[in-house]
């Protein structure tokens, strides 16, 4: 029975649920976390609906191994594509990317234009759209497949100067130009990683600045949410986080710590 010293579980199809796990590291300090990393399988955004939701259910049954008392999706993709089946499978709240950056970036938008980047998997599934069109039929929301950010992420091709990251996103930002989109979801975790250097080529390319809603941050804000309502906050200070991965330890420690921003040593490969 899990109570408030339980962990929360946490996964994604590789290092980009660590822009979630840093969030909700800072909005919920005195928690201890298990992130898992499919480290193995990445990416998912290109993969079948049906091979998306067979691995999700392989990371959350992992996840579930452990005592953890709600689970975050720091997958788009998974939250796109298999969110409802991990919901009916697993008997514990799941916090899916989602919900929570559509209602952020519908609370952000001045003109009711939004944009979405998110992997081909998710754009296809037309999950961001559809749960706009929910707050508001009226909105106007331009989604752009984004194949190429998240191997040139895990790559570590992050740099805000980095020329070749620079020209894709290049890229795809010019699909919005004459859209007057103001908002702009990274709906993917792994994109706030080069949230700054998107921002500089929306600039260039749009002539104006774009507000960037941060997937992960949104979902961390869901989650505290959710366990202060279900009164399951840990009243402890000093939490923690474990990492698991499906693949070699040694790359993911090194990139992880500069995405956490300290270093990453508890980190430990499983095989699912």
């Not at 955004?45 to 005592?67: C, H, N, P």
């Not at 998107?198 to 949104?218: F, N, P, Q, R, W």
């Amino acid at each position: 029975m899990s109570d408030k010293n339980s962990a929360i579980g946490v996964f994604d199809s590789g290092l980009g649920g660590l822009t979630a796990i840093k969030q909700l590291r800072k909005i919920l300090p005195d928690e201890h976390f298990i992130y898992f990393g499919d480290t193995g399988r990445v990416p998912y955004g290109t993969r079948s609906f049906e091979t998306v939701i067979q691995y999700a259910y392989d990371d959350m049954k992992f996840l579930s191994g452990f005592d953890i008392k709600m689970a975050v999706v720091a997958c788009g993709t998974v939250s796109a594509v298999a969110l409802p089946s991990l919901e009916k499978k697993f008997d514990l709240p799941i916090i899916g990317a989602i919900k929570p950056a559509c209602a952020a970036a519908y609370s952000s938008s001045a003109n009711g234009k939004i944009a979405v980047f998110a992997t081909p998997a998710t754009i296809s599934k037309k999950a961001y759209e559809s749960e706009l069109m929910k707050l508001d039929a009226s909105l106007s929301v331009f989604s752009v497949a984004c194949p190429m950010f998240v191997p040139l992420i895990e790559a570590g091709y992050i740099s805000e100067n980095c020329e070749v990251t620079r020209i894709i996103a290049s890229e795809y930002l010019s699909k919005l130009k004459g859209t007057g989109a103001d908002t702009l979801i990274l709906g993917c975790t792994h994109y706030p990683i080069i949230s700054g250097l998107i921002s500089s080529v929306a600039a260039e390319i749009l002539g104006h600045d774009i507000k960037i809603i941060d997937s992960g941050y949104e979902s961390a804000l869901a989650a505290k949410q959710l366990l202060s309502e279900r009164n399951l906050l840990n009243g402890n200070s000093g939490g923690s986080v474990r990492f698991f991965v499906s693949d070699e330890t040694q790359n993911f420690k090194a990139t992880a710590s500069i995405f956490l921003g300290e270093p990453t040593e508890n980190v430990t490969k499983v095989s699912l």
